[in-house]
């Protein structure tokens, strides 16, 4: 039996924002794999919100990150929330990467993988329910 977006447990709603938190960057490349990145020098916020109305990620206000990011698909599976997008990246620079953040809706628990030419990064954190919708 399949759950309306709308209707998931412990307040992930698909009609409230998220509020979000980067803890760990781990990248991979042909050549290694890379522990530890600081989420700036990949163009990630370490706090970002959610917001499904505008279907954008948000860097939190006074992030060294500034640029949203858009996404196009919200689904559900079993009990996770799954967020998919691609970013072009920078203008005039190769970086455009394709995106899925899963979300564990039992203890907020995240999974972003990024995907882009030639690396691939796994981004570990935490998403629960702001405190303010607005």
């Known amino acids: 039996m399949a ?3 709308d209707a998931s447990a412990d307040g992930y709603y698909c009609s409230r924002k998220l509020s ?5 960057i781990v990248e ?11 989420p ?3 163009g990630l916020p370490t706090q970002f919100m959610i917001d499904f109305e ?3 990620l948000i860097p939190a206000k006074g992030s060294r990150v500034s640029r949203s990011v858009s996404f196009k698909e919200v689904d559900q599976i079993e009990d996770k929330l799954v967020v998919q997008g691609v970013d072009e990246g920078i203008e005039g620079v190769r970086d455009g990467v394709a995106w899925s953040l899963v979300i564990s809706k039992s203890n907020g628990q995240s999974v972003l993988s990024v995907a882009g030419d030639g690396v691939a990064y796994a981004v570990f954190g ?4 702001a405190k303010d919708p607005q």
């Open 3 to 5: 759950m309306p977006l």
């Open 20 to 24: 979000g938190v980067t803890s760990r």
């Open 28 to 38: 991979i490349n042909r050549y290694r794999i890379l522990d530890g990145i600081e």
């Open 40 to 42: 700036r020098t990949v």
């Open 54 to 56: 505008s279907k954008k």
């Open 126 to 129: 935490v998403c629960k329910p």
